[in-house]
């Protein structure tokens, strides 16, 4: 995105349309400012009038002077007086600016595909959502209040001076402040590529610190402290590098600023030097001059740091704003329809798909769940199992086929409609870190106290939860981490009974738990899948065995199908796969 899309699309955000309290608060802003601006410019005129004044024989007149002294300070008090009204009236539009264009970015962020947040690193999307929201208020405040005032206040300046003495004078003036823009705006474009690699290497260390503490426990378990610490120098290495080229681009630049404005400032001195020697000019000439150019060089000098903050900032913004430039994967249709649940019949019909063209992991999979009957997949890491969950609530669209529920196709319905109707309780529970109240809410976070008790209670959770010193206001750590795999499914269970939805998905629900525990969390999935229209995903056989019909997965085809005596019977690769794991078992229990 250019830098005048980037503007044109900042311009409903600093003139909202449907708000007519902030488009007030902005004519304000820009009164208040200008107002300031013409107080400044002011000062100067009272001081020359001062000295003027002070000097002549009239200076015995009292009253003259303490008048001019009075304006004066009226002037000066006026100037930072509205100047803080400006900010006072602008921060109402600065702020409603970035609350609702950081919230367009995280609601976009959450209609992007799976496939989007797989591809993506959560701690560099996290920085630039935080950089480019900052950024909006920096642009908006910056180009309306800061450069906007300078060019005003420059303007004034020059007009007075060519008034006052003659027009070399503010010819002066404007050529100094020609020179700095234009050195300024070319230096700063020259500092852009270390400032891009500075922000590259802090975005890079900042990524790989929060993975690593995020997988805390898995350093901990192969002892990689030092490993992640060399990661972590390496790119804190690179972020130094680029800080230090970053500082000496900033050096030069500010060393040629202070020579244009030192030169200019040299010249209009020598020249009202000379006009006072001949008489031209008084000594309250001298200090105007002098007055001006010390008054434009404060925010001539601030213009390059303005300018470069500028820049920054919209390169912030365009990071931002590219990821509302990605194009959604999945999307409803424009005359989706709300999904219309009768029966909760699932059907996939002759359903291929991979996530990668090259690599199919589906090939013509077609099977039925009928209303209230439980169907399970099995098969061996990689046959597509779990992809059969993702493709339920539409994570990601069918190549080939389609998937039904009810006789609709799910790619006709809108996809929030779909994810309501359909719970699931997957292989790892990941909670926020937050109340076990909260996580057990999220199914339906309508959902009063009671109901959330009585969720827990049907989950076999509620006695665990009320013999903490907490209670349900128990916080769980990040992703769950202070509960038990247990207690972090029966979680997810309690949640989904909360949510109550037609269509239960157990994706691997208790792979990763022990064996006591599994036989309880097995129990309790029976108790909530009953009558319910029920995918299970499983890897241990013995937990699908009273399954209504059991569908064998190999290399993304279906290869057997029936119930688990019949597939015994038929001793094929469900039969087979059977006698492993009994005979594994055995050995476990040895």
Sequence with gaps: MDRSRLLKFLLPYLWPKNNPRLRYYLIAAVIFMVVSKVSTTLVP???????DT???????????????????????????????????????????????????????????????????????????????????????SRLLFSIFPILFEITLVSLIMWHLLDGWFALAILVTVVCYILFTVMAVSWRTRFRRELNQANADANTKSIDSLLNYETVKYFGNEEFEA????????????????????????????????????????????KGITQGKMTIGDF??????????????????FIYS??????????????????????????????????????????????????????????FTIPSGKTVAVVGASGAGKSTLSRLLFRFYDVTEGAVYIDDQDIRNVTQDSLRQAIGIVPQDTVLFNDTLR????????????????????????????????????????????????????????????????????FDEATSALDTHTEREIQAHLREVSRDHTTLVIAHRLSTIIDADEIIVLEAGSIVERGRHDELLL???????????QYHEEEQLMV
């Excluded at 038929?570 to 492993?580: D, E, P, S």
């Design 309 to 366: 903050e500028i820049r920054q900032a919209l390169i912030d913004m365009e990071n931002m704003l590219n990821l509302l430039m990605v194009e959604q994967e999945i999307t409803d249709k424009p005359d989706a329809s709300t999904l219309q649940l009768t029966k909760g019949e699932v059907r996939f019909e002759s359903v291929s798909f991979g996530y990668d063209p090259r690599r199919p992991i589906l090939n013509q999979v077609s």
């Design 54 to 140: 002070l000097s002549a024989e009239s200076a015995k007149m009292l009253a003259i002077p303490i008048g001019l002294i009075i304006a004066y300070g009226v002037a000066r008090i006026s100037a930072s007086l509205f100047e803080e009204l400006r900010n006072v009236m602008f921060i109402h539009i600065s702020q409603n600016a970035t609350r609702l264009l950081g919230l367009r970015v995280f609601k976009q962020l959450h209609e992007l595909s799976l496939r989007f947040h797989l591809d993506r690193q959560t701690g560099g999307l996290s920085l630039s959502i935080e950089r480019g929201t900052q950024a909006v208020a920096t642009v908006l």
């Design 230 to 273: 060399q990661r972590f120098n390496t790119s804190r290495q690179l972020y130094e590098q680029a800080a230090i080229k970053n500082q000496f681009s900033f050096t030069a630049l500010s060393l040629g600023q202070t020579a244009i404005i030192s030169i200019g400032l040299v010249v209009m001195m020598a020249m009202a030097a």
């Design 438 to 505: 909260y996580n057990i809410a999220y199914g339906r976070t309508s959902a009063s106290f009671e109901e959330i008790e009585r969720a827990a209670k049907l989950a076999h959770i509620h006695n665990f939860i009320i013999s903490l010193p907490d209670g349900y206001d128990t916080k769980v750590g990040e992703r769950g981490l202070k509960l038990s795999g247990g207690e972090k499914q029966r979680v997810a269970i309690a949640r989904t009974i909360l949510k109550n939805p037609a269509i239960l998905v």
């Design 287 to 304: 200090v105007l001059v002098n007055a001006y150019l010390l008054q434009l060089y404060q925010p001539l000098n601030f213009f390059g």
């Design 570 to 580: 038929k001793n094929g690769r469900y039969a087979a796969m059977w006698q492993n």
């Design 45 to 51: 005129l009272a001081y020359k009038a001062m000295i």
